[in-house]
Protein backbone atom coordinates (compact mmCIF):
# COMPACT_ATOMS: atom_id res chain seq x y z
CA UNK A 1 0.00 0.00 0.00
CA UNK A 2 3.03 2.47 0.79
CA UNK A 3 4.52 1.87 -2.35
CA UNK A 4 1.33 2.47 -4.19
CA UNK A 5 0.37 5.85 -2.15
CA UNK A 6 4.28 6.95 -3.12
CA UNK A 7 3.84 6.19 -6.73
CA UNK A 8 0.41 7.93 -7.03
CA UNK A 9 1.12 11.11 -5.23
CA UNK A 10 4.42 10.98 -7.64
CA UNK A 11 2.63 10.86 -10.56
CA UNK A 12 0.63 14.03 -9.15
CA UNK A 13 3.24 15.77 -9.09
CA UNK A 14 4.46 15.27 -12.60
CA UNK A 15 0.50 16.25 -13.22
CA UNK A 16 1.12 19.34 -11.50
CA UNK A 17 4.16 20.27 -12.86
CA UNK A 18 2.51 20.15 -16.12
CA UNK A 19 -0.37 22.73 -15.52
CA UNK A 20 2.39 25.17 -14.29
CA UNK A 21 4.02 24.96 -17.61
CA UNK A 22 0.83 25.32 -19.55
CA UNK A 23 -0.21 28.20 -17.17
CA UNK A 24 3.06 29.56 -17.36
CA UNK A 25 2.90 29.33 -21.12
CA UNK A 26 -0.31 31.02 -21.85
CA UNK A 27 0.55 34.73 -21.98
CA UNK A 28 4.25 33.53 -23.44
CA UNK A 29 2.65 32.36 -26.67
CA UNK A 30 0.01 34.73 -27.10
CA UNK A 31 0.17 37.03 -29.83
CA UNK A 32 0.77 40.74 -29.31
CA UNK A 33 2.01 42.16 -26.15
CA UNK A 34 0.72 39.81 -23.59
CA UNK A 35 0.75 42.58 -20.64
CA UNK A 36 -1.34 45.25 -22.88
CA UNK A 37 -3.93 42.61 -23.01
CA UNK A 38 -3.68 41.43 -19.53
CA UNK A 39 -4.19 45.28 -18.90
CA UNK A 40 -6.49 46.13 -20.87
CA UNK A 41 -6.30 47.96 -24.20
CA UNK A 42 -6.02 51.68 -22.35
CA UNK A 43 -3.81 51.24 -19.50
CA UNK A 44 -1.25 53.69 -18.99
CA UNK A 45 2.50 52.66 -19.76
CA UNK A 46 3.40 52.73 -16.05
CA UNK A 47 0.68 50.69 -15.38
CA UNK A 48 2.11 48.13 -18.42
CA UNK A 49 5.53 48.28 -16.37
CA UNK A 50 3.82 47.11 -13.43
CA UNK A 51 1.91 44.27 -14.62
CA UNK A 52 5.15 43.08 -16.77
CA UNK A 53 6.87 43.57 -13.19
CA UNK A 54 4.13 41.62 -11.34
CA UNK A 55 4.00 38.69 -13.58
CA UNK A 56 7.51 38.61 -14.44
CA UNK A 57 7.03 38.89 -18.21
CA UNK A 58 9.81 40.42 -18.53
CA UNK A 59 11.79 37.51 -17.12
CA UNK A 60 13.29 34.55 -19.06
CA UNK A 61 10.15 31.55 -19.51
CA UNK A 62 12.18 29.97 -17.29
CA UNK A 63 12.30 32.13 -14.18
CA UNK A 64 8.66 32.59 -14.66
CA UNK A 65 7.79 28.81 -14.27
CA UNK A 66 10.16 28.66 -11.43
CA UNK A 67 8.44 31.47 -9.38
CA UNK A 68 4.46 30.24 -10.47
CA UNK A 69 5.94 26.82 -8.71
CA UNK A 70 7.45 28.58 -5.65
CA UNK A 71 4.29 30.06 -5.27
CA UNK A 72 2.46 27.08 -5.56
CA UNK A 73 3.92 25.48 -3.10
CA UNK A 74 4.02 28.45 -0.55
CA UNK A 75 0.57 29.50 -1.94
CA UNK A 76 1.43 33.31 -2.25
CA UNK A 77 0.07 34.69 -5.84
CA UNK A 78 0.90 37.88 -4.97
CA UNK A 79 -1.28 40.57 -5.07
CA UNK A 80 -4.42 41.18 -6.90
CA UNK A 81 -4.08 43.86 -9.54
CA UNK A 82 -7.72 45.47 -8.89
CA UNK A 83 -7.77 45.07 -5.37
CA UNK A 84 -6.04 47.43 -3.61
CA UNK A 85 -4.34 45.74 -0.24
CA UNK A 86 -5.50 42.28 -1.56
CA UNK A 87 -3.58 39.00 -1.91
CA UNK A 88 -4.80 36.99 -3.99
CA UNK A 89 -4.91 34.07 -1.66
CA UNK A 90 -6.71 35.93 0.61
CA UNK A 91 -9.24 36.20 -1.84
CA UNK A 92 -9.21 32.74 -3.40
CA UNK A 93 -9.33 31.39 0.24
CA UNK A 94 -12.71 33.47 1.23
CA UNK A 95 -14.06 32.29 -2.31
CA UNK A 96 -13.12 28.52 -1.52
CA UNK A 97 -14.35 28.39 2.10
CA UNK A 98 -17.52 29.48 0.22
CA UNK A 99 -17.44 27.00 -3.08
CA UNK A 100 -16.68 24.54 -0.29
CA UNK A 101 -19.92 25.07 1.45
CA UNK A 102 -21.79 24.78 -1.44
CA UNK A 103 -20.09 21.72 -2.69
CA UNK A 104 -20.61 20.19 0.56
CA UNK A 105 -24.33 21.13 0.72
CA UNK A 106 -25.22 19.41 -3.00
CA UNK A 107 -22.55 16.75 -2.50
CA UNK A 108 -25.46 15.64 1.10
CA UNK A 109 -28.08 16.02 -1.26
CA UNK A 110 -26.86 14.29 -4.84
CA UNK A 111 -25.02 11.44 -3.48
CA UNK A 112 -27.62 9.18 -2.01
CA UNK A 113 -30.04 10.42 -4.42
CA UNK A 114 -28.00 9.03 -7.45
CA UNK A 115 -26.32 6.14 -5.98
CA UNK A 116 -29.99 5.16 -4.69
CA UNK A 117 -31.30 5.85 -8.19
CA UNK A 118 -28.46 3.70 -9.96
CA UNK A 119 -29.29 0.98 -7.63
CA UNK A 120 -32.62 0.78 -7.78
CA UNK A 121 -32.33 0.80 -11.55
CA UNK A 122 -29.63 -1.92 -11.52
CA UNK A 123 -31.94 -4.31 -9.68
CA UNK A 124 -34.81 -3.40 -11.94
CA UNK A 125 -32.62 -3.46 -14.79
CA UNK A 126 -34.61 -3.29 -18.17
CA UNK A 127 -38.18 -1.93 -16.30
CA UNK A 128 -39.80 1.10 -16.87
CA UNK A 129 -38.17 2.11 -13.36
CA UNK A 130 -34.55 1.53 -15.18
CA UNK A 131 -35.97 3.70 -18.37
CA UNK A 132 -36.88 6.40 -16.51
CA UNK A 133 -34.05 7.27 -14.57
CA UNK A 134 -31.40 6.23 -16.89
CA UNK A 135 -33.15 8.24 -19.80
CA UNK A 136 -34.02 11.25 -17.32
CA UNK A 137 -30.57 11.46 -16.14
CA UNK A 138 -29.01 11.30 -19.94
CA UNK A 139 -31.48 13.83 -21.35
CA UNK A 140 -30.50 16.21 -18.42
CA UNK A 141 -27.00 15.51 -18.18
CA UNK A 142 -24.49 18.03 -19.76
CA UNK A 143 -27.55 21.23 -19.56
CA UNK A 144 -25.61 23.95 -18.68
CA UNK A 145 -25.61 25.07 -14.97
CA UNK A 146 -26.61 28.29 -16.17
CA UNK A 147 -29.15 27.02 -18.28
CA UNK A 148 -30.84 25.42 -15.26
CA UNK A 149 -30.11 27.85 -13.21
CA UNK A 150 -32.15 30.52 -14.87
CA UNK A 151 -35.16 28.26 -15.25
CA UNK A 152 -35.51 27.25 -11.55
CA UNK A 153 -35.09 30.63 -11.06
CA UNK A 154 -37.88 31.60 -13.40
CA UNK A 155 -39.91 28.48 -12.23
CA UNK A 156 -39.25 28.15 -8.26
CA UNK A 157 -37.36 31.55 -7.06
CA UNK A 158 -40.03 34.40 -8.18
CA UNK A 159 -43.25 32.48 -7.90
CA UNK A 160 -42.08 30.92 -4.26
CA UNK A 161 -40.68 33.03 -1.41
CA UNK A 162 -39.57 30.06 0.41
CA UNK A 163 -36.63 29.82 -2.40
CA UNK A 164 -34.07 32.35 -2.55
CA UNK A 165 -32.92 34.44 -5.21
CA UNK A 166 -29.63 34.82 -3.97
CA UNK A 167 -27.49 31.78 -2.97
CA UNK A 168 -25.23 33.51 -0.54
CA UNK A 169 -27.29 34.20 2.78
CA UNK A 170 -26.36 37.73 4.51
CA UNK A 171 -23.53 37.48 6.97
CA UNK A 172 -24.35 36.32 10.39
CA UNK A 173 -27.45 34.00 9.30
CA UNK A 174 -28.09 30.99 10.59
CA UNK A 175 -27.10 27.50 9.37
CA UNK A 176 -30.52 27.09 8.20
CA UNK A 177 -30.83 30.03 6.93
CA UNK A 178 -27.88 29.67 4.66
CA UNK A 179 -28.94 25.93 3.61
CA UNK A 180 -32.33 27.64 2.50
CA UNK A 181 -30.56 29.80 0.53
CA UNK A 182 -28.21 27.37 -1.10
CA UNK A 183 -31.31 25.21 -2.45
CA UNK A 184 -31.84 26.17 -5.09
CA UNK A 185 -27.97 25.75 -6.55
CA UNK A 186 -27.67 22.48 -4.98
CA UNK A 187 -30.94 21.48 -6.95
CA UNK A 188 -29.58 22.60 -10.04
CA UNK A 189 -26.09 20.50 -9.28
CA UNK A 190 -28.31 17.39 -8.75
CA UNK A 191 -30.16 17.95 -11.77
CA UNK A 192 -27.00 18.18 -14.09
CA UNK A 193 -25.12 15.52 -12.29
CA UNK A 194 -27.93 12.85 -11.25
CA UNK A 195 -27.61 10.96 -14.31
CA UNK A 196 -24.02 10.29 -14.85
CA UNK A 197 -23.36 9.38 -11.01
CA UNK A 198 -26.66 7.73 -11.30
CA UNK A 199 -24.88 5.56 -14.79
CA UNK A 200 -21.73 4.75 -13.15
CA UNK A 201 -23.72 3.06 -9.78
CA UNK A 202 -25.96 1.35 -12.54
CA UNK A 203 -23.01 -0.29 -13.76
CA UNK A 204 -20.96 -0.88 -11.58
CA UNK A 205 -23.86 -2.46 -9.76
CA UNK A 206 -24.87 -4.46 -12.55
CA UNK A 207 -21.15 -5.90 -12.93
CA UNK A 208 -21.42 -6.68 -9.36
CA UNK A 209 -24.84 -8.25 -8.68
CA UNK A 210 -23.88 -10.41 -11.89
CA UNK A 211 -20.80 -11.10 -10.38
CA UNK A 212 -20.65 -14.81 -8.89
CA UNK A 213 -19.94 -14.20 -5.29
CA UNK A 214 -23.72 -12.47 -5.43
CA UNK A 215 -25.25 -15.32 -7.20
CA UNK A 216 -23.63 -17.95 -4.69
CA UNK A 217 -25.05 -15.21 -1.76
CA UNK A 218 -28.44 -15.45 -3.42
CA UNK A 219 -28.87 -18.99 -3.72
CA UNK A 220 -27.16 -19.58 -0.13
CA UNK A 221 -31.02 -17.66 0.39
CA UNK A 222 -29.29 -14.54 1.96
CA UNK A 223 -31.65 -11.46 1.54
CA UNK A 224 -31.86 -9.74 -0.93
CA UNK A 225 -30.80 -5.97 1.85
CA UNK A 226 -27.89 -8.40 2.96
CA UNK A 227 -26.95 -9.43 -0.30
CA UNK A 228 -26.39 -5.60 -1.23
CA UNK A 229 -24.93 -4.80 2.21
CA UNK A 230 -22.41 -7.55 2.55
CA UNK A 231 -21.41 -7.89 -1.07
CA UNK A 232 -22.24 -5.44 -3.75
CA UNK A 233 -22.21 -1.93 -1.98
CA UNK A 234 -18.22 -2.06 -1.78
CA UNK A 235 -18.12 -3.71 -5.24
CA UNK A 236 -20.25 -1.66 -6.89
CA UNK A 237 -19.35 1.63 -5.77
CA UNK A 238 -15.91 1.69 -6.75
CA UNK A 239 -16.41 3.17 -10.57
CA UNK A 240 -18.73 5.70 -8.39
CA UNK A 241 -15.88 6.81 -6.13
CA UNK A 242 -13.51 7.09 -9.10
CA UNK A 243 -16.23 9.78 -10.89
CA UNK A 244 -16.89 11.73 -7.42
CA UNK A 245 -13.50 12.01 -7.06
CA UNK A 246 -12.69 13.41 -11.10
CA UNK A 247 -16.16 15.29 -10.75
CA UNK A 248 -15.31 17.56 -7.42
CA UNK A 249 -12.17 19.43 -8.99
CA UNK A 250 -15.22 20.72 -11.88
CA UNK A 251 -18.00 21.19 -8.90
CA UNK A 252 -15.33 23.83 -7.43
CA UNK A 253 -14.53 26.13 -10.49
CA UNK A 254 -16.49 24.78 -12.98
CA UNK A 255 -19.48 26.10 -11.69
CA UNK A 256 -18.94 29.80 -13.08
CA UNK A 257 -22.11 30.22 -14.69
CA UNK A 258 -24.31 28.58 -11.41
CA UNK A 259 -22.85 30.89 -9.12
CA UNK A 260 -23.09 34.09 -11.25
CA UNK A 261 -26.67 33.58 -12.25
CA UNK A 262 -27.43 32.70 -7.86
CA UNK A 263 -24.75 35.65 -7.23
CA UNK A 264 -22.87 33.83 -5.06
CA UNK A 265 -19.40 34.09 -4.49
CA UNK A 266 -17.64 31.05 -4.82
CA UNK A 267 -14.22 29.84 -6.90
CA UNK A 268 -16.11 30.15 -9.85
CA UNK A 269 -17.18 33.86 -9.32
CA UNK A 270 -14.15 35.08 -8.33
CA UNK A 271 -12.56 33.83 -11.24
CA UNK A 272 -14.90 35.31 -13.65
CA UNK A 273 -14.91 38.57 -11.77
CA UNK A 274 -10.97 38.40 -12.19
CA UNK A 275 -11.36 38.04 -15.90
CA UNK A 276 -13.92 40.85 -16.38
CA UNK A 277 -11.69 43.39 -14.39
CA UNK A 278 -8.58 41.98 -16.05
CA UNK A 279 -7.01 40.79 -12.66
CA UNK A 280 -4.36 38.57 -14.37
CA UNK A 281 -2.96 37.08 -10.99
CA UNK A 282 -6.79 36.30 -9.43
CA UNK A 283 -7.46 34.16 -12.42
CA UNK A 284 -4.00 32.41 -12.26
CA UNK A 285 -4.57 31.66 -9.18
CA UNK A 286 -7.91 30.65 -8.84
CA UNK A 287 -7.04 28.15 -11.84
CA UNK A 288 -4.13 26.41 -10.39
CA UNK A 289 -6.02 26.02 -6.25
CA UNK A 290 -9.09 25.05 -8.37
CA UNK A 291 -6.35 22.28 -10.37
CA UNK A 292 -4.62 21.10 -7.12
CA UNK A 293 -8.30 20.62 -5.85
CA UNK A 294 -9.07 18.48 -8.35
CA UNK A 295 -6.06 16.41 -7.89
CA UNK A 296 -6.18 16.26 -4.31
CA UNK A 297 -10.19 14.96 -5.05
CA UNK A 298 -8.94 12.28 -7.80
CA UNK A 299 -5.80 11.19 -5.18
CA UNK A 300 -7.83 10.51 -2.79
CA UNK A 301 -10.77 8.72 -4.24
CA UNK A 302 -8.05 6.54 -5.89
CA UNK A 303 -6.73 5.79 -2.28
CA UNK A 304 -10.23 4.78 -1.10
CA UNK A 305 -10.67 2.90 -4.04
CA UNK A 306 -7.58 0.70 -3.49
CA UNK A 307 -8.92 0.51 -0.06
CA UNK A 308 -11.66 -1.11 -1.28
CA UNK A 309 -10.24 -3.45 -3.62
CA UNK A 310 -7.21 -4.65 -2.71
CA UNK A 311 -6.11 -5.78 -6.57
CA UNK A 312 -6.60 -2.34 -7.88
CA UNK A 313 -3.71 -1.34 -5.91
CA UNK A 314 -1.89 -4.65 -8.32
CA UNK A 315 -3.03 -3.13 -11.70
CA UNK A 316 -2.10 0.48 -11.33
CA UNK A 317 1.60 -1.10 -10.50
CA UNK A 318 0.87 -2.57 -14.07
CA UNK A 319 -0.32 -0.48 -16.00
CA UNK A 320 -0.69 3.24 -14.67
CA UNK B 1 -12.95 9.06 -43.70
CA UNK B 2 -16.41 7.34 -45.54
CA UNK B 3 -14.27 5.22 -47.60
CA UNK B 4 -11.91 4.54 -44.84
CA UNK B 5 -15.02 3.29 -42.34
CA UNK B 6 -17.03 1.40 -45.53
CA UNK B 7 -14.05 -1.43 -44.86
CA UNK B 8 -11.08 -2.58 -46.61
CA UNK B 9 -13.80 -4.25 -49.05
CA UNK B 10 -12.90 -1.27 -50.93
CA UNK B 11 -10.16 -0.79 -53.13
CA UNK B 12 -9.06 -4.32 -53.20
CA UNK B 13 -7.73 -4.44 -49.95
CA UNK B 14 -7.99 -7.59 -47.45
CA UNK B 15 -10.73 -8.39 -45.84
CA UNK B 16 -9.30 -8.11 -41.60
CA UNK B 17 -9.67 -11.32 -40.31
CA UNK B 18 -10.87 -10.00 -37.20
CA UNK B 19 -13.37 -11.62 -34.42
CA UNK B 20 -16.01 -9.67 -35.53
CA UNK B 21 -16.07 -10.03 -39.00
CA UNK B 22 -18.41 -13.47 -38.55
CA UNK B 23 -20.63 -13.36 -36.37
CA UNK B 24 -23.78 -15.68 -36.64
CA UNK B 25 -23.59 -16.21 -39.78
CA UNK B 26 -23.88 -12.39 -40.70
CA UNK B 27 -20.72 -10.36 -42.37
CA UNK B 28 -19.83 -6.68 -40.83
CA UNK B 29 -21.72 -5.48 -43.71
CA UNK B 30 -24.86 -6.95 -43.03
CA UNK B 31 -24.43 -6.62 -39.20
CA UNK B 32 -24.17 -2.59 -39.92
CA UNK B 33 -26.99 -2.74 -41.91
CA UNK B 34 -28.55 -4.70 -39.05
CA UNK B 35 -27.11 -1.87 -36.53
CA UNK B 36 -28.75 0.93 -38.44
CA UNK B 37 -32.23 -0.82 -38.64
CA UNK B 38 -32.26 -0.63 -34.96
CA UNK B 39 -31.25 2.61 -34.71
CA UNK B 40 -33.39 4.08 -36.72
CA UNK B 41 -36.29 2.43 -35.06
CA UNK B 42 -35.20 3.81 -31.85
CA UNK B 43 -37.63 6.33 -30.24
CA UNK B 44 -34.69 7.94 -28.49
CA UNK B 45 -32.72 8.59 -31.82
CA UNK B 46 -35.72 9.05 -34.00
CA UNK B 47 -36.76 12.52 -31.29
CA UNK B 48 -33.09 13.37 -31.02
CA UNK B 49 -32.84 13.72 -34.72
CA UNK B 50 -35.63 15.80 -34.83
CA UNK B 51 -34.66 18.19 -32.39
CA UNK B 52 -31.34 18.14 -34.03
CA UNK B 53 -32.49 18.45 -37.60
CA UNK B 54 -34.91 21.34 -36.92
CA UNK B 55 -32.12 23.30 -35.11
CA UNK B 56 -30.08 22.92 -38.44
CA UNK B 57 -32.40 23.75 -40.46
CA UNK B 58 -33.21 27.30 -37.68
CA UNK B 59 -29.30 27.49 -38.38
CA UNK B 60 -28.93 27.71 -42.46
CA UNK B 61 -32.23 29.00 -43.30
CA UNK B 62 -33.79 30.70 -40.36
CA UNK B 63 -36.21 32.72 -43.03
CA UNK B 64 -38.43 29.42 -43.45
CA UNK B 65 -39.34 29.75 -40.09
CA UNK B 66 -39.59 33.31 -39.06
CA UNK B 67 -39.77 36.66 -41.23
CA UNK B 68 -39.17 39.30 -38.41
CA UNK B 69 -35.77 40.72 -38.21
CA UNK B 70 -34.17 39.27 -35.34
CA UNK B 71 -32.09 43.03 -34.63
CA UNK B 72 -34.58 45.54 -35.26
CA UNK B 73 -37.43 46.35 -32.49
CA UNK B 74 -40.95 45.34 -33.35
CA UNK B 75 -43.46 48.54 -33.73
CA UNK B 76 -46.73 48.77 -33.28
CA UNK B 77 -49.27 50.73 -36.62
CA UNK B 78 -48.28 53.83 -34.64
CA UNK B 79 -44.73 53.24 -35.16
CA UNK B 80 -43.42 53.28 -31.26
CA UNK B 81 -41.79 50.39 -29.87
CA UNK B 82 -43.14 47.67 -28.18
CA UNK B 83 -40.66 45.74 -25.38
CA UNK B 84 -41.36 43.81 -22.46
CA UNK B 85 -44.79 42.30 -24.33
CA UNK B 86 -45.67 38.78 -23.02
CA UNK B 87 -45.98 36.21 -25.22
CA UNK B 88 -48.76 36.45 -27.48
CA UNK B 89 -50.55 35.33 -30.64
CA UNK B 90 -48.46 38.18 -32.69
CA UNK B 91 -45.01 37.88 -30.75
CA UNK B 92 -45.24 33.73 -29.76
CA UNK B 93 -42.35 34.32 -27.04
CA UNK B 94 -42.76 38.03 -26.47
CA UNK B 95 -40.53 40.90 -26.84
CA UNK B 96 -37.08 42.15 -25.46
CA UNK B 97 -36.45 44.94 -23.12
CA UNK B 98 -35.88 46.81 -26.86
CA UNK B 99 -38.66 45.12 -28.30
CA UNK B 100 -37.05 42.95 -30.09
CA UNK B 101 -38.68 39.22 -31.34
CA UNK B 102 -38.06 37.04 -28.88
CA UNK B 103 -39.10 33.89 -31.13
CA UNK B 104 -36.88 34.93 -33.99
CA UNK B 105 -33.62 35.68 -32.37
CA UNK B 106 -33.90 32.21 -30.37
CA UNK B 107 -34.46 30.26 -34.25
CA UNK B 108 -31.77 32.85 -35.27
CA UNK B 109 -29.53 32.35 -32.69
CA UNK B 110 -29.15 28.56 -33.32
CA UNK B 111 -26.33 29.52 -35.88
CA UNK B 112 -23.49 30.68 -34.11
CA UNK B 113 -23.46 27.63 -32.06
CA UNK B 114 -23.98 25.48 -34.82
CA UNK B 115 -21.27 27.14 -36.76
CA UNK B 116 -18.61 27.00 -33.85
CA UNK B 117 -19.24 23.58 -32.16
CA UNK B 118 -19.09 20.85 -34.77
CA UNK B 119 -15.87 22.41 -36.47
CA UNK B 120 -14.48 22.26 -33.12
CA UNK B 121 -15.39 19.11 -32.24
CA UNK B 122 -14.44 17.61 -35.54
CA UNK B 123 -10.92 18.87 -35.21
CA UNK B 124 -10.29 17.77 -31.77
CA UNK B 125 -11.79 14.03 -33.23
CA UNK B 126 -8.87 14.20 -35.85
CA UNK B 127 -6.49 15.24 -33.82
CA UNK B 128 -7.75 12.84 -30.35
CA UNK B 129 -7.81 9.66 -32.65
CA UNK B 130 -4.16 10.15 -34.70
CA UNK B 131 -2.79 10.93 -30.82
CA UNK B 132 -4.75 8.13 -29.29
CA UNK B 133 -4.13 5.21 -32.08
CA UNK B 134 0.01 6.12 -32.16
CA UNK B 135 -0.60 6.25 -27.95
CA UNK B 136 -2.28 2.95 -28.11
CA UNK B 137 -0.27 0.91 -31.22
CA UNK B 138 3.08 1.83 -30.53
CA UNK B 139 2.75 2.21 -26.05
CA UNK B 140 6.55 2.70 -24.95
CA UNK B 141 7.83 6.46 -23.72
CA UNK B 142 6.06 8.45 -26.45
CA UNK B 143 2.48 6.63 -24.55
CA UNK B 144 3.84 7.81 -21.01
CA UNK B 145 4.57 11.01 -21.75
CA UNK B 146 1.38 11.68 -23.79
CA UNK B 147 -0.45 10.15 -20.83
CA UNK B 148 0.79 13.02 -18.30
CA UNK B 149 -0.16 15.59 -20.58
CA UNK B 150 -3.83 13.81 -20.96
CA UNK B 151 -4.12 13.46 -17.70
CA UNK B 152 -3.01 17.59 -17.08
CA UNK B 153 -5.56 18.89 -19.14
CA UNK B 154 -8.20 16.83 -17.74
CA UNK B 155 -7.33 18.09 -14.32
CA UNK B 156 -8.76 21.58 -14.78
CA UNK B 157 -12.04 22.50 -15.69
CA UNK B 158 -12.59 22.66 -18.88
CA UNK B 159 -14.84 25.80 -18.97
CA UNK B 160 -11.67 27.71 -16.66
CA UNK B 161 -9.16 26.22 -18.75
CA UNK B 162 -11.08 27.59 -21.80
CA UNK B 163 -11.89 31.18 -20.04
CA UNK B 164 -8.27 31.43 -19.61
CA UNK B 165 -7.52 30.95 -22.57
CA UNK B 166 -10.16 32.96 -24.53
CA UNK B 167 -9.42 35.89 -22.51
CA UNK B 168 -5.44 36.08 -23.12
CA UNK B 169 -5.59 34.95 -26.80
CA UNK B 170 -8.72 37.11 -27.78
CA UNK B 171 -12.59 37.05 -28.07
CA UNK B 172 -12.94 35.56 -31.74
CA UNK B 173 -14.50 32.62 -33.09
CA UNK B 174 -10.88 30.73 -34.26
CA UNK B 175 -9.79 31.32 -30.86
CA UNK B 176 -12.75 29.75 -29.26
CA UNK B 177 -12.82 27.23 -31.90
CA UNK B 178 -9.32 26.35 -31.05
CA UNK B 179 -9.56 26.55 -27.30
CA UNK B 180 -12.42 24.14 -27.64
CA UNK B 181 -10.74 21.74 -29.99
CA UNK B 182 -7.20 21.97 -28.27
CA UNK B 183 -9.50 20.98 -25.01
CA UNK B 184 -11.33 17.99 -25.94
CA UNK B 185 -8.09 16.37 -27.92
CA UNK B 186 -7.28 14.76 -24.92
CA UNK B 187 -10.36 13.22 -23.50
CA UNK B 188 -10.92 11.78 -27.21
CA UNK B 189 -6.81 10.42 -27.21
CA UNK B 190 -7.66 8.24 -23.71
CA UNK B 191 -10.84 6.92 -25.38
CA UNK B 192 -9.09 5.80 -28.62
CA UNK B 193 -6.04 5.13 -26.82
CA UNK B 194 -7.92 2.30 -24.87
CA UNK B 195 -9.80 1.05 -27.63
CA UNK B 196 -6.04 0.67 -30.04
CA UNK B 197 -4.64 -0.92 -26.96
CA UNK B 198 -7.72 -3.55 -26.85
CA UNK B 199 -7.52 -4.31 -30.37
CA UNK B 200 -3.90 -4.27 -30.67
CA UNK B 201 -4.43 -7.47 -28.58
CA UNK B 202 -6.62 -9.25 -31.33
CA UNK B 203 -5.64 -11.77 -33.72
CA UNK B 204 -5.85 -9.85 -36.79
CA UNK B 205 -3.35 -7.44 -35.62
CA UNK B 206 -0.91 -10.05 -34.87
CA UNK B 207 -1.76 -11.66 -38.03
CA UNK B 208 -1.16 -8.20 -39.96
CA UNK B 209 1.97 -8.02 -38.24
CA UNK B 210 3.16 -11.34 -39.20
CA UNK B 211 2.63 -10.60 -42.47
CA UNK B 212 5.23 -7.75 -41.99
CA UNK B 213 2.38 -4.95 -42.75
CA UNK B 214 3.68 -1.28 -42.06
CA UNK B 215 2.46 -0.02 -39.32
CA UNK B 216 0.93 2.68 -40.89
CA UNK B 217 -0.89 -0.24 -42.86
CA UNK B 218 -2.44 -1.81 -39.57
CA UNK B 219 -3.25 1.30 -37.93
CA UNK B 220 -5.24 3.00 -40.81
CA UNK B 221 -6.31 -0.16 -42.32
CA UNK B 222 -6.97 -2.48 -39.71
CA UNK B 223 -7.50 -1.22 -36.57
CA UNK B 224 -9.52 2.14 -37.60
CA UNK B 225 -12.15 0.55 -39.33
CA UNK B 226 -13.04 -1.48 -36.32
CA UNK B 227 -13.44 1.42 -33.90
CA UNK B 228 -15.34 3.78 -36.10
CA UNK B 229 -18.47 2.96 -34.36
CA UNK B 230 -16.28 4.33 -31.24
CA UNK B 231 -15.26 7.16 -32.97
CA UNK B 232 -18.64 8.56 -34.03
CA UNK B 233 -20.17 7.98 -30.50
CA UNK B 234 -17.49 9.85 -29.38
CA UNK B 235 -18.25 12.68 -31.65
CA UNK B 236 -21.84 12.98 -30.89
CA UNK B 237 -21.28 13.18 -27.21
CA UNK B 238 -18.24 15.55 -27.46
CA UNK B 239 -20.33 17.83 -29.61
CA UNK B 240 -22.99 17.75 -26.39
CA UNK B 241 -19.99 18.88 -24.11
CA UNK B 242 -18.80 21.84 -26.89
CA UNK B 243 -22.36 22.86 -27.03
CA UNK B 244 -22.39 23.28 -23.45
CA UNK B 245 -18.63 24.71 -23.25
CA UNK B 246 -19.47 27.13 -26.32
CA UNK B 247 -23.11 28.40 -24.87
CA UNK B 248 -21.18 29.33 -20.99
CA UNK B 249 -18.81 30.79 -22.89
CA UNK B 250 -20.79 33.00 -24.50
CA UNK B 251 -23.33 33.40 -21.40
CA UNK B 252 -19.57 34.97 -19.78
CA UNK B 253 -19.50 36.94 -22.76
CA UNK B 254 -16.27 35.56 -23.77
CA UNK B 255 -17.56 35.63 -27.78
CA UNK B 256 -16.79 36.66 -31.31
CA UNK B 257 -18.27 38.67 -33.33
CA UNK B 258 -21.29 41.20 -32.60
CA UNK B 259 -22.90 41.08 -29.16
CA UNK B 260 -26.38 42.44 -30.80
CA UNK B 261 -26.16 39.23 -32.90
CA UNK B 262 -28.64 36.51 -31.95
CA UNK B 263 -27.08 34.36 -29.65
CA UNK B 264 -28.49 32.25 -27.11
CA UNK B 265 -25.86 32.66 -24.50
CA UNK B 266 -25.99 36.05 -24.95
CA UNK B 267 -29.37 36.71 -25.18
CA UNK B 268 -29.59 34.64 -21.45
CA UNK B 269 -27.00 36.78 -20.06
CA UNK B 270 -28.52 39.93 -21.20
CA UNK B 271 -31.56 39.00 -19.70
CA UNK B 272 -31.90 36.67 -16.89
CA UNK B 273 -31.65 39.88 -14.52
CA UNK B 274 -35.02 40.71 -15.61
CA UNK B 275 -36.44 37.35 -14.16
CA UNK B 276 -37.21 38.10 -10.58
CA UNK B 277 -39.06 40.97 -12.33
CA UNK B 278 -41.27 38.92 -13.71
CA UNK B 279 -40.04 39.51 -17.23
CA UNK B 280 -38.74 35.63 -17.92
CA UNK B 281 -39.54 34.87 -21.56
CA UNK B 282 -36.45 36.96 -23.15
CA UNK B 283 -34.10 34.40 -20.98
CA UNK B 284 -36.17 31.30 -20.64
CA UNK B 285 -37.19 30.12 -24.51
CA UNK B 286 -32.98 30.90 -25.74
CA UNK B 287 -32.17 28.92 -22.14
CA UNK B 288 -34.87 25.96 -23.17
CA UNK B 289 -33.57 26.00 -26.78
CA UNK B 290 -30.08 25.54 -25.44
CA UNK B 291 -31.24 22.63 -23.51
CA UNK B 292 -33.26 21.25 -26.19
CA UNK B 293 -30.02 21.13 -28.12
CA UNK B 294 -28.37 19.73 -25.24
CA UNK B 295 -31.00 16.97 -24.97
CA UNK B 296 -31.27 15.96 -28.54
CA UNK B 297 -27.75 15.42 -29.00
CA UNK B 298 -27.07 13.55 -25.76
CA UNK B 299 -30.25 10.85 -27.03
CA UNK B 300 -28.11 10.72 -30.74
CA UNK B 301 -25.45 9.75 -28.89
CA UNK B 302 -26.68 7.48 -26.80
CA UNK B 303 -28.77 5.63 -29.65
CA UNK B 304 -25.91 4.93 -31.12
CA UNK B 305 -23.76 3.71 -28.55
CA UNK B 306 -26.60 1.20 -27.91
CA UNK B 307 -26.60 0.81 -31.60
CA UNK B 308 -22.84 -0.25 -31.57
CA UNK B 309 -22.70 -2.41 -28.56
CA UNK B 310 -25.66 -4.27 -29.45
Known amino acids: MARFILRRFGLSLITLMIILVIVTLIPNIAPGDPARKI ?39 GDSFTKPGETVMGLVRAALWKSTKLVAFSLVMLLPLSIAGGMLAAYKKDSWIDRTIVNTGLALSSIPEFVAGVIFLSVLAVPIDFFKVGANAPDGSSFFTQLQHMLLPAFVVVTVYFGYIARVTRAGTIAALDADYSRTAFMKGISTRDVFRRHVFRNALQPTVAVVGTQLGYMFGGMVGLEIVFNYPGLGKTIFNAVNSADYPVLRGGVLVVAIIYMAATLVADLIIAWMNPRARLVSEGTS | MSDVSAGPAVGGVPEPDGPDEVVQGGTRKQIRKEQRRVLFTTPGFIVGMAILVFWVVSAIAPELITDTDPKLPVRDDSGSVIARESPSGEAWFGTDSIGRDVFSRTIHGARPILIVTPIATLIALVAGTLIGLSMGYFRGWVDEVLSRLVESVLSIPTILMAILVVFTFGKTDPVIIGTIALLFTPPIARTVRAAAIA ?11 M ?64 IVGEVWWPTIFPALAIASLVIGVNLVADSIDRATKS
Open chain 2, 199 to 209: ESQLDYVTSAK
Open chain 1, 39 to 77: AGGTASPERLASVRESLGLDDSVATQLGDLTRSVFTLDF
Open chain 2, 211 to 274: RGERSLFIISREILPNITGLLVVELTVRLGYAIFAVATLAFLGLVGGDITDPDWGIDVANNWGR
